[in-house]
């Protein structure tokens, strides 16, 4: 079904998620964004306007648009990274409002493979401690925080299942005694969309997976599928709501 979509954010994934949506028969509404003058004031618009909101801007402005998404009472799909700090705090706002809320650290289909791809690696790594866990990402150089959201959840995702890891640190704040956590190293280099690794190093030899991204389009069609899921679904969801893997 056609919907009207408002996009918070518009930068390179506020773009790329405009293109997808105009192919998928849906109609943007408003591009509501910092800089640009000609940007819509969503104020301006009637609250029927929208069906849902795509939300992807920076890690100091997502909380506050969200809020204003529930207040509006607008469906929002979030992707911003950076924020998660507070994410009881909107979990709690949504409750109050009665709202819909989607998030995603990776709204990739691959990414969201590679999940669960992971977590059945540390599983299987549980019993083999020698091994040591680090993890590297690396995105572009505009990139505002590190790690990406996408490493801290592929981090929660080994900490579920290595006993002798209670944590994950950014690689610039170890310190020696850091036996407990896991390290993520994050690298700014060039125009790069997005790529994860995690790896198990012993004396003798490394396991390894990385999930490399060629585009942004895998994020935003995944985004896209999201605002066409959340409508009528009151509550706070995520990809493992939307996706059904069959693990077989
Ligand atoms: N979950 C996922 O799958 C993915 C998540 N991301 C995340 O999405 C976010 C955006 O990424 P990206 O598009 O590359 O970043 P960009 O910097 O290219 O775009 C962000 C845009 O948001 C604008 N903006 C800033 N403040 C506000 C505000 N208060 N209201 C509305 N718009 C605002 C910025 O304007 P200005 O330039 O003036 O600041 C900019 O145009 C990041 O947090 C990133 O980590 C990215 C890819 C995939
Ligand atoms: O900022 C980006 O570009 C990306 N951000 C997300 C993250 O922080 O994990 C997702 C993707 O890796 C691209």
């Given at each position: ?162 006993p002798h890891k209670s944590r994950w640190i950014d690689k610039s704040d170890v310190q020696s005694a850091d036996d407990d956590a896991i390290v993520i190293e994050s690298l700014r280099e060039g125009t790069v969309p997005g790529t994860h690794t995690i790896r198990y190093d012993s004396d003798v030899d490394r ?42």
């Amino acid at each position: 079904m056609s919907m009207n979509i408002l996009l918070f954010g518009y930068g390179k994934m506020g773009r790329v998620i405009e293109q997808i949506a105009l192919d998928r028969g849906h109609q943007i509404v408003g591009r509501v964004d910092r800089k640009d003058d000609s940007g819509t004031d969503p104020d301006q618009l009637p609250d029927d306007a929208v069906d849902v909101v795509i939300e992807f801007t920076t890690p100091e402005s997502a909380v506050e648009n969200i809020t204003y998404c529930f207040q509006r009472g607008w469906p929002v799909v979030c992707g911003t990274t950076g924020w998660l700090s507070r994410l009881a705090e909107v979990e709690e706002l949504c409750r109050q409002h009665k709202g819909s809320f989607f998030y995603a650290s990776n709204y990739s289909i691959g990414v969201n493979l590679f999940f669960r791809l992971n977590k059945i690696l540390a599983k299987f790594m549980r019993n083999y401690p020698s091994y040591h866990v680090s993890m590297t990402e690396i995105h572009h150089t505009e990139k505002k925080d590190a790690p990406s959201g996408t490493a801290i959840t592929l981090a929660q995702g080994v900490l579920e299942h290595l006993p002798h890891k209670s944590r994950w640190i950014d690689k610039s704040d170890v310190q020696s005694a850091d036996d407990d956590a896991i390290v993520i190293e994050s690298l700014r280099e060039g125009t790069v969309p997005g790529t994860h690794t995690i790896r198990y190093d012993s004396d003798v030899d490394r396991i390894e997976i990385t999930h490399t991204a060629h585009s942004r389009q895998g994020f935003a069609l995944g985004a896209v599928v999201a605002a066409e899921w959340l409508p009528g679904h009151e509550g706070v969801f995520g990809m493992d709501d939307l996706l059904n893997f069959n693990e077989e």
